[in-house]
């Protein structure tokens, strides 16, 4: 297969929405567009599919598109469900009818060598035999069940007519066959959007085995570096080709930028020269015979555009702490969370300035552990307690939808009513919202406006304990690296849910993992944790330890040691309880209220700090009995 687009351009009402495209696939291409949102990436899909047309200059007399007549081309889009009352597995199948035809076929053949074994007939088996393996007729079956699995779809279901699920469900399912058909150039839009980790990382391994070609559109970092070996990025109206994947993209884009900027400043200084000659020694009859050489050598000269610098503009604000928590800033305490059942327990203090990232498949209980921490869905075991002082800023995925026929300054000023206008405005401007952008009704903005005006709330308030629920999702690359700087540099604590494993990468410290029914607590980053869970004696060894309970086999010094410690750490908490408890009797301190409430406070945060010494003084009494 070929696609050839030489000097094209795409309009927008009337104005180049990108301009001299040049762009190719062929066969077997792994091929990801960039860019930042409204740059033309979805127009760029369009023109492939051919929904919209390109143009080309009335004066290019070499400006055309071309597609081989003999390929095949799938989008989303074009899939569609013709009987809703079949099953999942027989809709999945659909895609698989040249292979059951050679399969039916095979079984004939077989049945006829029984009578029959003429060289005509055995040449005819054979053919079909390679053709059938050819096309993955001994492994299509385990195929599309594992697909259906990674995305959600267990063994149960598959008998269900597909008009019984859900829309995002359907959806799926139209993306599972659009995947399984294999056409010849396969588009994706934001495939990962709304898919979890494990579906993601399937998806990768499916597209780097993927025989033939396809075109990406992507914001997510980590799934173009693990997929692409061609980066198209859109900028300043114009296509630009990088060989690689993202990472290479970023850094051939910054030699390139310092190679053009060189050789920009080297012919400007060239330019300059020249023309100080050339007025220097314009009006010498000596010298008019090398002043009209030097003329003429400026006209001639192919003259080089000075590289556009990349427009970086995007939010800002200084979100730090308007005040500091103490040093434990949320304790869960055997906190078991779910609905009906629980989907796991936890024990786990979070300490001041961690940055805890959490992760796992859908349905796992993510966004429901954060909404019972924050207090939304009642515990059904355990308890929840937030440490002393701690201010909490709460961003969860309904931000980016809304109905409201409010404006985003009203909806802003509803949340900060001390706010003058002008302030307001201001603080709306450091979000990227212009001054005509604050008069637009909060339900006609994109996912990503409304990521941006629920994240300048509540960085406003500049709490010192955050909790966001899928921070990134509808941001474009620039956005996300810039929520990342902000994170880094915050000096609060983080607890965030996110399938952005770049964006995980980057911002955490720690991780909890919710997988079958249990949450695991890992007191590392992302990195660490890839590269232990590939590691195959590590899992090894980690199941070794769980069974043979290595607590209770731990040498008894050990034991004793910890043991005195804890001891110690206990005495010195009960010391400082009872001094503080003390300082209630004081007149100075019992007639301030705000003094006693501090006081309050720091006693609480300190006996929940005894509690979890006391567990840990039982467990090792335990252990050593």
Known sequence: ??????????????????????????????????GKNGAGKTSLLKVIQGELDLTFDSTNLSGYINKSNDFSLGCLKQISFSNENITLEE???????????????????????????????????????D?????????????????????????????????????????????????????????????????????????????????KAFIIVSHDREFINKVAETVYEIEHKKLYKYTGNYDSYLKQKEAMYNTLEKMYVQQQKHIEQTETLINKFRYKPTKAKMVQERIKQLEKLERIEEPPKENNKTFK???????????NVLFLNELEYGYDK???????????????????????????????????????????????????????????TSVSEDTILEDYMKAYPFLTNQEARKDLGAFMFSKTDVDKKLKIL????????????????????????????HMDIDS?????????????????????????????????????????????????????????????????????????????????????????????????IKNINEQFELEEVYSDFMKTRELEEIVENLEDELQILMRRWEEIIKNLE
């Open 342 to 400: 629980a989907l796991g327990r936890i024990n786990l203090t979070i300490i001041k300035g961690q940055k805890l990232a959490i992760i796992g498949e859908n349905g796992t209980g993510k966004s429901t552990l954060l909404k019972t921490i924050m207090g939304f869905i009642e515990p059904l075991f355990g308890e929840i307690k937030y440490g002393f002082n701690v201010k909490v800023g709460y961003f969860d995925q309904q931000s980016a």
């Open 1 to 34: 297969m070929r696609l050839v687009v030489e000097d094209g351009k795409i309009e927008f009402g009337g104005e180049p929405l990108i301009e001299h495209i040049n762009f190719n696939v062929n066969n077997n291409d792994k091929i990801a567009i960039i």
């Open 131 to 211: 053709l059938f393996e050819n096309l993955g007729g001994y492994y299509y079956q385990k195929e599309y069940s594992t697909v259906l699995k990674k995305f959600g779809f267990e063994k149960d279901s598959f008998n269900k007519p597909i008009a019984s699920f859900s829309g995002g469900e359907r959806t799926k399912i139209a993306f599972i066959k659009l995947l399984l058909s294999k056409p010849d150039l396969l588009l994706l839009d934001e495939p990962t959007n709304h898919l979890d980790i494990e579906a993601i990382e399937w998806l990768e391994n499916y597209l780097k085995n993927y025989k």
């Open 480 to 576: 996300k690296e810039t929520i990342e700087k902000m994170l880094k540099d915050y000096k609060g604590t983080i607890i965030f849910v996110s399938h952005d494993r770049y964006f995980v990468r980057k911002i955490s410290d720690s991780l909890l993992v919710l997988e079958n029914n249990e949450a695991t607590y890992y007191p590392y980053g992302y990195n660490q944790y890839m590269a232990k869970k590939e590691d195959k004696s590590y899992e090894v060894k980690v199941e070794v330890k769980k069974e043979e309970k290595p607590l209770v086999n731990k040498d008894k010094n050990a034991l004793k040691k910890e043991l005195a410690k804890v001891e110690k750490e206990i005495e010195e908490y009960e010391e400082k």
């Open 317 to 327: 604000m200084d979100i730090n702490p308007l005040s500091e928590s103490g040093k």
């Open 91 to 129: 809709t999945v199948l659909e895609c698989y009818k040249e292979i059951i035809e050679l399969e039916k076929k095979l079984r004939k053949l077989e049945d006829k060598m029984q009578k029959d074994t003429s060289d005509k007939i055995i040449n005819e088996y054979s053919k079909t035999h």
């Open 446 to 473: 994109s996912g990503g406006e409304m990521v941006r005006l629920g994240l300048c709330k509540i960085f406003k308030k500049k709490p010192n304990l955050l909790i966001l629920d899928e921070p990134t999702n």
